[in-house]
C-alpha cells in the first residue's frame, strides 16, 4: 500500500524534499506500525529539511522527528491496534524513517501510549518542544527551584519549546520572566502566563562572570552568551535547565556561578531520554499543561508547507508551535 510522505535526498552534496507516493513495503524493520495523525516542524527539523545541519545521516529519509497516530499493526507486547501513541526523538530523521508521513514503523520501545486527555493533536502541539519544556520543569523541581523560590526566567520565549515553558512553569505557580527578540509579541507571551517581558539583547552580548543575582532558575533555548549571562545572574542555589543552541553552540562562560553560588547547570537531552523520565514528562504534561494556552500557541499546516516552515523557523519568524496534518 502507497501513502504520502516528504522524502529527503542528496545529491551533489545539495539536499532537497519532494512530497512522494511511499510504498508501505519500503518503511524500515520495526514492530509497530502507526497510522500518523499529525507531526510537527521543531527547529532540528527545519535544520534537517533544510540541510543546513547534518540531522539526517544517511539519505534518502522520510525526516520528522515526531509523529503521533493510532497504531495499525503490531507485535510489540506494550502496543496493540488501536492504540493512540506519540514518538519523539529516537532515531527518527537521523536514521529511520520519521514523522513527515502517513505511515511509519518504528521500535515499539520508542512509543509512549498518548493519555486521554490530549488529542493527536495535542500531543503534536506539544511535540518535542512541549515534552522537553516539561523535562526542564522537572530538572528545576529536581534541583528544588519550587514556585516560592523566586522569578524563574525563560529564554527563547516566543519559540515552540519557550512557550510551552512559560505556559507550563505559570499554571505550576512560578512568576515567569520572558526573554524575547520579539517585544511585539508581549501580549501573547503575557496570555501564555509570563509576569513579565524582557528584551533578548540584554542577555545575549558577552557580560561578566558574575553578576547580580536575579533568577532562581532559568529554562534556556538559546546557549551562547545567553547561558553565560543566565548563569552568571543566577541566585545562590538556583538552577539552569539548558537544552538549546539557538544563538549558538558556545559556551563562554566562568565557573564562578558553579564555585561561589553552588548554580546547577542541567543539560536536558530528549532524543535518548529513558522511557520511565518520558512517561513522568507526558503524565505531567497531562496535568499542568493548559489546553486554551497550548491552542493560542499553535498553528496548523500540510505536509506540502513544511519546507516553507522550516525556511521561517529558522530565520525566527515562527511563533509558538506549529503542527502538520499528514492527511490535510
Ligand atoms: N536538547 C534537546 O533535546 C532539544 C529539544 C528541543 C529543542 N532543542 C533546541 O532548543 C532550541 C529551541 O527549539 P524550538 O523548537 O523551540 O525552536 P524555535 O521554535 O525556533 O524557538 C527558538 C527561539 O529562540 C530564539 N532565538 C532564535 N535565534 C536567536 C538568537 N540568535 N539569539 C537569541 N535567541 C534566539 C527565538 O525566540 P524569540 O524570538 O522569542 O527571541 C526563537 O523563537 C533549538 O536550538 C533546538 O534545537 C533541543
Redesign the pocket.
Given at each position: 500500500m502507497n501513502f504520502q510522505a516528504l522524502l529527503a535526498s542528496k545529491t551533489d552534496d545539495k539536499t532537497s524534499t519532494a512530497l512522494v507516493d511511499f510504498d508501505e513495503a519500503d518503511l524500515m524493520p520495526g514492530d509497530v506500525t502507526v497510522a500518523i495523525d499529525y507531526s510537527t516542524v521543531?527547529?532540528?527539523d527545519?535544520?534537517a529539511v533544510s540541510g543546513r545541519a547534518p540531522v539526517i545521516r544517511h539519505y534518502p529519509l522520510i525526516p520528522g522527528i515526531d509523529f503521533a497516530g493510532t497504531v495499525q499493526a503490531s507485535s510489540h507486547a506494550g502496543f496493540a491496534v488501536g492504540d493512540r501513541v506519540v514518538a519523539n526523538?529516537w532515531g527518527l530523521s537521523q536514521t529511520h524513517h520519521g514523522g513527515f508521513a502517513q505511515r511509519a514503523r518504528v521500535n515499539g520501545d520508542w512509543l509512549v501510549q498518548l493519555p486521554d486527555v490530549f488529542s493527536t493533536r495535542d500531543a503534536m502541539a506539544i511535540g518535542?518542544?512541549g515534552y522537553?519544556a516539561m523535562?526542564s520543569v522537572l530538572a528545576l523541581e529536581h534541583a528544588q527551584v519550587m514556585p516560592d523560590s523566586g522569578d524563574v526566567l525563560v529564554?527563547?520565549?516566543?519559540?515552540?519549546?519557550?512557550?510551552i515553558a512559560i505556559a507550563l512553569l505559570s499554571r505550576l505557580g512560578y512568576r515567569v520572566v520572558?526573554?524575547?527578540?520579539?517585544l511585539a509579541?508581549t501580549d501573547y507571551?503575557r496570555q501564555l502566563g509570563a509576569a513579565e517581558v524582557i528584551d533578548?539583547r540584554t542577555l545575549?552580548e558577552p557580560g561578566v562572570p558574575i553578576a547580580r543575582e536575579r533568577w532562581a532558575g532559568a529554562i534556556d533555548?538559546?546557549?551562547?552568551h545567553?547561558l553565560a549571562n543566565v548563569l552568571a545572574q543566577t541566585r545562590y542555589r538556583g538552577a539552569v535547565a539548558a537544552?538549546?543552541?539557538?544563538?549558538?553552540t558556545d559556551l563562554p562562560a566562568s565557573v564562578l556561578p558553579f564555585i561561589l553560588r553552588n548554580v546547577t547547570l542541567a543539560?536536558?537531552?530528549?532524543?535518548n531520554?529513558p522511557q520511565p523520565l518520558r512517561l513522568q514528562a507526558w503524565a505531567r504534561l497531562a496535568s499542568a499543561l493548559d489546553l486554551d494556552k497550548l491552542a493560542s500557541a499553535t498553528s496548523v499546516v500540510a505536509l506540502a508547507d513544511v519546507p516553507r516552515i522550516a525556511d521561517q523557523?529558522?530565520q525566527?519568524q515562527?511563533?509558538?508551535?506549529v503542527v502538520v496534518d499528514v492527511n490535510a
Open positions: 521543531n527547529y532540528k527545519a535544520l526523538g518535542t518542544a522537553t523535562l529564554t527563547g520565549a516566543g519559540g515552540g519549546a519557550g512557550s520572558a526573554s524575547t527578540g520579539r509579541e507571551l533578548r545575549s533555548s538559546v546557549g551562547s545567553t537544552f538549546g543552541l539557538a544563538q549558538g543539560g536536558i537531552d530528549s532524543v531520554a523557523v529558522l525566527g515562527v511563533r509558538g508551535r
